[in-house]
Nanobody, 122 residues
Framework: QVQLVESGGGLVQPGDSLRLSCAASGPTFTRSYTLAWFRQAPGKEREFLTAINWSKSSTYYADSVKGRFTISRDNAKNAVYLQMNSLKPEDTAVYYC??????????????WGQGTQVTVSS
C-alpha cells in the first residue's frame, strides 16, 4: 500500500508560478517507485503530464507543459515536486500525484493521491 498526499495548489493569475509537492509513504513504498503528475479538468479526461524515476535517468513531459513545468524528486524525503511556470487559464485543473513500481515512466500507475486544485484566473 502506498499513500500519496499533494499540497501547494491554489488560486493564481496568468503568468504566475506555483510549486506543488507530493509526499509518499506506506508499507510497500520504496524509492524505486516512479512518480508522476496528472491533471483533470471538469468534463475532460485525465491528462498525463510528467513523470520521473528514482534514478532520474528517465523523464517524460507532455507537450502541453514542456518548457513550462519541471518535475523533480527528493528521494531522501520520499517527495516529488512540480514547478509550474507561466501558468495559463488552460492549466486550471485538479492535479494528482501518482506512483508505479519500477523505473519506467510509461505504463499504468497504481497509486493516486487525493488531488489538489490549481486555478489560474484573472
Amino acid at each position: 500500500q502506498v499513500q500519496l498526499v499533494e499540497s501547494g495548489g491554489g488560486l493564481v493569475q496568468p503568468g504566475d508560478s506555483l510549486r506543488l509537492s507530493c509526499a509518499a509513504s506506506g508499507p510497500t513504498f520504496t524509492r524505486s517507485y516512479t512518480l508522476a503528475w496528472f491533471r483533470q479538468a471538469p468534463g475532460k479526461e485525465r491528462e498525463f503530464l510528467t513523470a520521473i524515476n528514482w534514478s532520474k535517468s528517465s523523464t517524460y513531459y507532455a507537450d502541453s507543459v514542456k518548457g513550462r513545468f519541471t518535475i523533480s524528486r527528493d528521494n531522501a524525503k520520499n517527495a516529488v515536486y512540480l514547478q509550474m511556470n507561466s501558468l495559463k487559464p488552460e492549466d486550471t485543473a485538479v492535479y494528482y500525484c501518482a506512483a508505479r513500481p519500477g523505473p519506467e515512466v510509461r505504463g499504468g500507475y497504481n497509486y493516486w493521491g487525493q488531488g489538489t486544485q490549481v486555478t489560474v484566473s484573472s
